[in-house]
């Protein structure tokens, strides 16, 4: 299969992923109104889409295939380690909001 076509594939999924990574560009871009932990995992959607935007890129130029593979294995490790600061920092909200909750709480 040429780069080309493979190029396009990617990008047809980049251009599909609209779902993704508009609703997480309008979580950073609302900043202190949201959560640390949704933004944490905003940053990881479109550090993934963008990562895959740019294998699309990648495929287009005359760079062989590992290159492309190496940029997609970055990004999708960065997604990975910011998906799990999200995850650890909504653990702790979640306690943080019981613990006030509790002390809330009648007695």
Same mark, same amino acid.
């Given at each position: 299969?040429?780069?080309g076509v493979m190029a396009l594939g990617v990008t047809a999924v980049c251009l599909a +992923?609209?779902?993704?990574?508009?609703p997480a560009y309008?979580?950073? *871009?609302a900043g202190q109104d949201r959560p640390r932990s949704r *933004?944490?995992?905003a940053v990881g959607v479109l550090t993934g889409? +963008?990562?895959?935007a740019l294998a699309?890129?990648?495929l287009l130029t005359p760079v062989p295939l590992t290159a492309v593979a190496v940029v997609?294995?970055?990004g999708a490790a960065a997604v990975g380690s910011l998906g799990v600061v999200g995850r650890l920092r909504r653990v702790r909200e979640r306690r943080?909001?019981?613990a006030f909750t509790a002390a809330l709480a009648p007695g």
């Open positions: 299969m040429s780069h +992923g609209n779902v993704w990574y508009l309008v979580d950073l *871009r *933004r944490a995992a889409w +963008g990562s895959a699309a890129l990648l997609a294995a970055t943080e909001t019981a």
